[in-house]
Every structure is written in structure tokens, then in C-alpha cells.
């Protein structure tokens, strides 16, 4: 079974990341299970001495969804030029472990800013490669994602924003299978 953990880098409510990510689930392929990773707000801060078992619960969480997944796809806003500590903070807890060891892993750019987030991805790509994860190219894309082209139910309907991330998953499920 095939599966994709995805992960939004915003913990706010009607956040365009989150919107992304809600939207790819809804475009996966029917024998593609999204599971929504949900607990990025509740991780401790990266500690090396809390590195070790037993685990903090919301990371032995993590590192088990990470596990279980076939790939996965994150979705991130830029904060002060750069990733939010949120995002970053879950990768240190993934170095420690080898479940994100050539894990195929994409990514939807949703920035709509003159500079695309460039920095936050360019470093988000290099902070994957640390934790071993395998960076698929072509599930990595820039579509920006104006903030009135979400539906009150948070999904983004607009047709080629849609076509776009289908083609980003669509290479990530290829990698992943
Ligand atoms: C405190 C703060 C700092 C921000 N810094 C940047 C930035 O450096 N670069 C950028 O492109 N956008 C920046 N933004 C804009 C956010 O990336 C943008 O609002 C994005 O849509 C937020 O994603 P979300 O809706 O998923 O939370 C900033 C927003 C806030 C609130």
C-alpha cells in the first residue's frame, strides 16, 4: 500500500500551505493513501540528550509516520527569509533516526512573492539531504498559490494550480512505487 505523509510548514489556521497540502490529498490516485501530518506544532525543540529512548511521544509519532510512509511532500511558507523554526525543528528530529533514509520526497511552492521563497526551498533541500531523504526533482515545484483562489473549505479548486500539483505527485508516487 502505498501511502504519502504530507506536511504543511504553517501551524495557522487558513493557511495557503496547509490549503496545498489538503488539496494534493484530494488529488492523490485512489490506491494512494494521504495521511496529514497534524502534530508539527507539538514537537519539543530538537535536544540531543532527548535523542534516545523512550522517544518523546510526538516524536517516536513522527518518526513512525515517517516510517510507515512510501514518500513525502511538504508544503512550506517562508518566514523572515527563511523556513519556519517549525519545519526545520522536525527535520533535526529526523536526523537522529534513519526512517527518512532515501525516502522519496517532493515539495509545492506555493509562495506567491516576487523571490518564490527561493532561499526557503534552496535550504530546505539541503537540510533533506542531511537527513538522507531522496529529493525527486519533478515533485518539487513553484505554483504559486494566490490566497483567493482557496475555497472557504480550504481546498484550491482553481484548474491549473490543480493540474500542476497532480504532476508534482504524480512523480512522487511514480519514485515512491
Ligand atoms: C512574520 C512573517 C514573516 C514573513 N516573512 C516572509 C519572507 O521572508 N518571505 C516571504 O516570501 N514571505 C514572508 N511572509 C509571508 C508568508 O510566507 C505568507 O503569508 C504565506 O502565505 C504564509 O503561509 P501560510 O498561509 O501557509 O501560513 C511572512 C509572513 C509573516 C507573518
Redesign the pocket.
Known sequence: MTSILMI?G?V?S?????AVIATAAELLPDDVTPVIYSGIGELPHFNPDLDHEPLPQSVAELRRLIAESSALLFST?????AMPGAVKNLLEWTVGGIETTHKPTGWINP?T?Q?R?AGTYASLRIVLDYTDASVIDRACIDVPVP?SLIDDDGIVRDGEIRTAISGAIGALVAAAE
Do not use: F, L, Q
Open positions: 504543511s504553517s495557522r487558513g493557511s495557503v500551505n496547509s511558507p517562508e518566514y523572515a527569509g509562495s512573492m523571490n521563497a490566497r
